[in-house]
Structures are given as C-alpha cells and as structure tokens.
C-alpha cells in the first residue's frame, strides 16, 4: 500500500483557515444581531427631562409613554458604574420611552412643560450602524469565500506534492491495472482526514478565542446567574456554536473533493 506523507503543513494551515472563517462567521452572525436589535431601537423615541419634572411630562406625553423604572435605568447604567448603580446618591433624570418618531410640536411643548429636556429620535445613526453592520456581513461573506478557495488550494498543493513524490509507484501500479478512481481514493481519503484534523483545531481554537472575548464583554451583557463555563457558553449564539460544528465538515468536504480532482486529473496525464 502506498504512503501518503502529504505536506505536513497542510493540517497547520486548515487550521488556520478555519480559524479565520470561523471569526469571520461569528462576526458576520453578530453584525446581524446587532443590525436587527438597532433597526428594532429606531422605532421609538426615547424623552430624558429632570426628575422634579416627571409627573408634568408623563401627563404631557400620554398613556402611550412608558417611564423607565429606578431598576429599569439602573440596568442601562450598570456596564458603566457596576453594581453600585442601583446605589446612587443623588437623583436620576425621568426618562421616558415612546413609539414611533416624536410627535409634531413635542420639542417645543417639552420646552413650556420641563426647560432641559432632551429628546433623541436616533434614526440617522441607526441607519448608518445598520448600513455598517450590512458591510461587516457582506465582508464577513467575502472572507469565507477567499477562506475556501485558499483552503482548496492549499489541498491542491500538498495533494501535488504527494503525487509528485509517488510518481513512479503510481505509474507501475496504474499500468498493472489499478484503476485511477482507486489511486485517486486513497488520496483523498488521506486529505480529508488532515484537513478534519487542522479543522477541528481550527475550530476548537476559534471557540476558545470567542469565549474569551464573551469574558470580556460580560460586563455589558445581562448578568448571569453564576460564573461557570455553561453560562459563559451561553452568551454564544447557537448559531455560532452551529458555525464551529459545521466548518470542519465543511473543511473535510472540501479537501475530499479538491484531492479527488487533483489526483484524476495528474492520473489523466499519465502515459
């Protein structure tokens, strides 16, 4: 039986594509969130005046107004102060929330009713966040493509490689009669188990990172009941984790196919 010492970089470099692709995934998957989340926000006004003003503008606005609650604001200010923001010592402004875009004349009512009130209907930033998020997505499905065919060329290479070193037992065993869909088999079993191999490297390293970096951003997320590696896993979106679980599949479908290709078509040349 033939061996198949195919380039020995090869799982080194699966895996570092597939660490790429797995970033880019996940950053194109959070871009999306966060681009529903903004377009969902640009449908309301939000309304901050002084607290001794509150009962006035809550009259002015309407039933149709929620006033945020101390808790309510205390969760909008913890990524900033921590756990000491329910514990202010002095006082909070009211803010309300309202749907839709502010109504005609609110400003100028606002200004007779509570002088200092703010009023922010942020639709032009959103858009722009949106527009952004809609670039990171489109960059994060540009960068998988290039991934893949970098990947595939990679396997085209070391598959090369492999042929090349091989190529006068090939030829003895393919003119005793070995047919090439044999010959061309064995390597692309061989390839596709490196590539499964640097793929779940790849895959493992690429979780590992965006746990840590989940780490580091749990401050600005909802608190978790306890700090364990399951909650920490939680503030992965499933479809991250399905991203991590698919792309060495994905990786080893590849290298299966690329070596196929690449070793009928060397075996097509031979005499």
Do not use: N, Y
Request: hydrophobic share 60%; with cysteine.
């Amino acid at each position: 039986m033939l061996k198949l010492p195919q380039h020995r970089l090869l799982p080194v470099l699966i895996a570092a594509m597939v660490f790429l692709a797995a970033l880019s995934g996940a950053a194109s998957l959070a871009a999306a969130r966060l681009a529903d989340q903004w377009r969902g926000a640009a449908d309301g006004t939000t309304v901050e005046v002084p607290e001794q003003d509150g009962a006035a503008v809550a009259a002015l606005l309407g039933p149709a107004a929620h006033r945020l609650s101390q808790d309510e604001l205390a969760a909008v200010l913890q990524p900033w102060l921590g756990k000491d923001a329910g514990r202010l010592t002095f006082a909070l402004p009211a803010v309300f929330t309202l749907p839709g875009s502010p109504p005609a004349g609110l400003e100028q009512a606002l200004v007779r009713a509570a002088p200092g009130a703010l009023v922010s209907h942020d639709t032009v930033w959103q858009e722009q966040a949106s527009a952004l998020a809609d670039s990171v997505q489109a960059c994060g499905t540009l960068t998988a493509c290039v991934v893949a065919f970098v990947a595939a060329g990679i396997v085209v290479l070391a598959t090369g490689a492999s042929l090349a070193e091989h190529q006068e037992a090939i030829e003895v065993i393919h003119h005793l009669g070995a047919a090439d869909g044999l010959i061309a088999g064995k390597f692309a079993a061989r390839a596709s188990v490196l590539a499964l191999a640097g793929a779940v490297a790849g895959s493992v390293s690429a979780a590992l990172t965006l746990l840590a970096l989940a780490r580091l951003t749990a401050p600005f997320q909802p608190p978790a009941p306890a700090f364990t590696l399951a909650a920490l896993a939680a503030r992965l979106p499933p479809a991250v984790w399905a991203l991590l679980a698919v792309l060495p599949l994905l990786a080893t479908l590849i290298g299966w196919l690329t070596a196929q290709a690449t070793a009928r078509a060397w075996l097509r040349r031979l005499p």
